[in-house]
């Protein structure tokens, strides 16, 4: 009796406690997986190929340049000196390339001294001057990544220059420049202030500054040069030397009086200057060869949308099926500038020259990423007809032309 009490007490505490555990809750666990849903997949592999669409390869018309005596290297060339070539990677900044590689070789050829400055420094303060006019035009000033070259004297006039290498705008690791993200996000903030009517310049501003200083990095305050701490003005008055004033712009157009300063109607000139000089274009031609063969070099801009103009071939050249050679003149010119066949889409350093039996032939220094498709890496070779037809402005010193500027 006494065994089967225990038998019967042990039977009940095992059988409470297994009502004690079943009361408590089950709780589960988790972990991480890779997610599938590979039908899901399948769907989507037949819904794309439902609607795949065969796209021809995109064809360009260009000249067929078989059989044609074209410049094969810089070799071929009096060349000016000029630093290498730099590429400008996926930005606007064009202008800033020509204009700053002139401004290198006028360093060179006036104190022949090697040096090299930093673009991105030029380029960020220009977007902020763009960023001020905007404003102060109340939205209805041009908001671009594009400028022109004589931008490049206005900015240095202001804000001074550094070398290239106290300021890159490169993040660490970041090999090419690219400002796609930086020139959205500030022209989507002013079309934002545009929007609600937001005209505080010094807060937008500060906004600005603060898009590219994330982007394209602080630019610097001070520089170190043979143990002087200088400012970027400093550094352009007592390293560099050059005088500024001594830069001129020439321009010739039908559409304005010759031997006048007028303004350059494009919208990348976006402050309106006027202080082109317009000549014939006879006189534009020849200011630039007799500049190339004395030592100069120009900082030139223009159309490079033309079937005669090819990467790969190195070559800007006007075909006969576009126009002969006897009638490019300042009517053609400006027929294509009006009709807007002819834009103001690229800037570029001229650096060389050479004569061929089928004319003038100039050498071209090009930051653009089209530069480095054919064997001369950074260059391009510019017939003299080209350049006549298709570029439209320049700037260059103005010890060249003195002779010239006495007729204005």
């Keep these: 009796m006494k065994y089967k009490t225990v038998a019967i007490f042990l039977t009940i505490a095992f059988l409470f406690n297994l009502t004690l555990k079943s009361a408590e809750p089950k709780k589960d666990k988790g972990h991480f997986i890779q997610y599938k849903n590979e039908f899901y997949q399948e769907i989507l592999k037949g819904c794309e190929e439902f609607s795949k669409k065969e796209n021809p390869p995109k064809l360009s018309f260009k000249v067929n340049f078989a059989g044609l005596n074209l410049p094969k290297s810089i070799k071929e060339f009096k060349v000016n000196w000029n630093n290498e070539p730099v590429p400008q990677g996926n930005t606007g900044t064009c202008w800033d390339f020509g204009g700053t590689s002139l401004l290198e070789s006028e360093v060179k050829r006036i104190y022949n001294k090697e040096m090299k400055f930093s673009e991105m420094y030029t380029a960020y303060w220009e977007y902020v001057e763009k960023a001020r006019r905007f404003i102060k035009e109340r939205g209805k000033s041009a908001f671009g ?201 690229h800037g570029i350093h001229l650096i060389g020259i050479k004569e061929a039996k089928d004319g003038t032939w100039f050498l071209i220094k090009d930051s653009g990423s089209g530069a480095r498709n054919g064997n001369n890496k950074g260059y391009y070779f510019y017939h003299y007809d080209y350049i006549k037809l298709k570029m439209m402005n320049y700037m260059l010193h103005r010890s060249i032309v003195e002779d010239v500027l006495k007729k204005f």
């Design 145 to 345: 990544e594009g400028s022109q070259q004589n931008a490049v004297i206005r900015a240095w006039k202001k804000y001074g220059c550094v070398p290239a290498d106290a300021y890159t705008g490169l993040k660490e690791g970041q090999k090419f420049h690219d400002h796609s993200k930086m020139f959205q996000e500030m022209n989507n903030y002013l079309k934002k202030i545009k929007e609600i009517d937001f005209w505080d310049e010094e807060q937008a501003l500060e906004n600005i500054k603060s898009i590219l200083n994330f982007y394209i990095g602080t630019p610097p305050e001070y520089v170190i040069v043979n143990n002087k701490k200088l400012t970027p003005l400093e550094y352009l008055k007592e390293e560099v030397k050059l005088n500024l004033d001594d830069y001129v712009s020439f321009m010739s157009l039908m559409e304005k009086p010759y031997y006048t300063k007028a303004e350059y109607e494009v919208t990348d000139n976006w402050w309106r200057c006027s202080d082109y000089y317009n000549v014939p274009l006879d006189l534009f031609m020849d200011i630039l060869v007799k500049a190339l063969n004395s030592g100069y070099t120009a900082a030139i801009g223009g159309d490079v949308t033309e079937p005669g103009y090819d990467s790969h071939q190195d070559v800007a050249y006007v075909p006969t099926f576009d126009i002969p050679s006897e009638y490019i003149d300042e009517n053609a010119r400006q027929f294509r500038f009006s009709n807007n066949s002819t834009t103001d889409d």
